[in-house]
């Protein structure tokens, strides 16, 4: 059986998110979608909305689990025997930051393999950043993330992004 980890912020899940989560999970035995708890970022929602979210947004995918981890990515890797690390590629921009991710975590550990899927067209400018900044800015953001994240994004309106 294969594991996968697809790990990120997902401050708030899209809909590109979860195109990749349905796509890698129809490939791969079991993902599991990582939160990643960094205390250095300060997010729209806490780890715990994060992963309240992608469960919600996951519940019909059967081979998907959703959990959070801290500190390094290889060490939850080790912990949890992940086979392979998912993560998603936009456009060349993401290519620099994810190159040098997947070269120190394979240089952290030499058996972690890290898989890219392509993002889909309909969201390829889509990014939780871009989505934060137009819902702030009360812009309609229909169909970029799911119902349940715009009616989490409108009670938690009085934080400022
Ligand atoms: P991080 O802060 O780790 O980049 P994100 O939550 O922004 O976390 O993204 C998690 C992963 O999903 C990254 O690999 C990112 O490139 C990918 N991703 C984000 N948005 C999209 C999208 N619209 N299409 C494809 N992949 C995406």
Redesign the pocket.
Known sequence: MKIAL??????P?????I??IKRASRLIDKVIVGV?H?PA?KPFFTVQERIDLLKAVTSNMENVEVDSFSGLLVDYVKQRKIDVI?????AVS?FE??FQ?ALMNRKLNPEVETF?????TE???????IVKEVFQHNGCIDGLVPDVVIKAMEKNNYKII
Request: proline share 3%; charged share 20%.
């Open positions: 697809y790990p990120g912020t997902f401050d899940v899209t809909n590109g998110h195109d990749i990643l960094n970022k998912i993560r998603g590629l936009r993401d930051y994810e991710m890219f899927m392509m993002t889909s969201y390829s400018y889509l990014s939780s950043s």
